[in-house]
């Protein structure tokens, strides 16, 4: 739905929650993901994976069935 502010502005009502009763007070949520916003891995979470390094792979058994 066109607003005041924006006329060719496309609103979904499903994805808007209303912080009051009038149109200007609406405030629209959107996830990470549809702003296609992404967040840095925290130093000490890099540190660890490279202390541990690749996996092991499984052992293979040592008879076959």
């Known amino acids: ?3 005041p502010e924006n006329p060719d502005l496309e609103r979904d009502p499903a994805k808007d929650r209303a912080a009051g009763s ?6 629209r949520e959107r996830s990470a993901e549809e702003r296609s916003i992404t967040s840095p891995t925290p130093a000490d979470v890099r540190a660890k994976a490279e202390e541990h390094g690749a996996p092991e792979p499984p052992a293979a058994d040592s008879q076959a069935p």
């Open 1 to 3: 739905m066109p607003t």
């Open 22 to 27: 009038t149109p200007k007070e609406a405030v």
